[in-house]
């Protein structure tokens, strides 16, 4: 049982480099997100998607891309990395279109962008 | 825009203490609010969800309220052990309209459970 899943754990980027953190779920929830977790900031919720083929920005969407094109997979884009969006990145779904139900979290991506 | 406080940053009780953590926030129009736990280095972890019609959850030693209408959550923690260590965090849904599916955390308080 899987649950939520990202890949990978760990990255050190430069500054303008590209790079995808993938997020897939096995439970065939609607819902999925991204948020961003820095120290006294707490967790700022990025893109939220609400089933596939439909996604929407979050608080922070500025300098991400995402897609939805199947249930399962949610993969969060950084086109050119600043050394801003160093941060520890989470994926989380959800069974509710809404978010409404429990969320269910992966186990983060660390993000160091040089 | 949604506001969610917790008072305390952190605490630090000895085992077997009864202990309750608080989170506000600014608009009572929510959905519902959620209650984590994270463990350094990990994921959060769902503890309780209380939609806005409830007052109240139960999960073995835990026990979430929700008072919408002072805009206010407590967390308590009965009888707690060391292993209850870890940061807690709530979350708040808003209801709807362009809040739609945004969810807004706590800053969260780091509870030590010493032996």
């Known amino acids: 049982n899987a649950g939520v899943t990202q890949t990978p754990k760990f990255q050190v980027l430069k500054t303008g480099q590209s790079m995808t953190l993938q997020c897939a779920q096995d439970m065939n929830h609607e819902y999925m997100s991204w948020y961003r977790q820095d120290p006294g900031m707490g967790l700022r919720l990025i893109h939220y998607s609400v089933g596939a083929g439909i996604t929407d920005q979050g608080e922070v969407p500025n300098g991400y891309n995402v897609s939805r094109s199947t249930t399962e997979d949610f993969p969060l884009r950084l086109l050119l990395a600043a050394p801003s969006q160093t941060s520890v990145y989470f994926c989380?779904?959800?069974?509710?279109?809404?978010?409404?139900?429990?969320?269910?979290f992966g186990e983060g991506s660390r993000l160091t962008v040089l | 825009k949604q506001e969610v406080t917790q008072i305390p940053a952190a605490l630090s009780v000895p085992e077997g203490e009864n202990l309750v953590l608080n989170c506000s926030f600014t608009d009572s129009a929510i959905y519902n609010l959620q209650w984590f736990r994270q463990d350094p280095g990990k994921g959060l972890t769902s503890l309780l969800l209380i939609q806005s019609s409830q007052r109240e959850q139960t999960s073995g030693r835990l026990n979430a309220s929700l008072d919408k209408s002072s805009g206010r959550s407590t967390l308590y923690i009965a009888a707690s052990q060391p292993g209850d260590s870890a940061t807690y965090l709530c979350a708040a849904l808003d209801a709807g309209g362009t809040s739609y599916g945004k969810l807004t955390f706590g800053q969260g308080t780091i509870l030590t459970v010493h032996p």
């Open positions: 989380a779904s959800s069974f509710h279109p809404r978010g409404a139900g429990e969320l269910f």
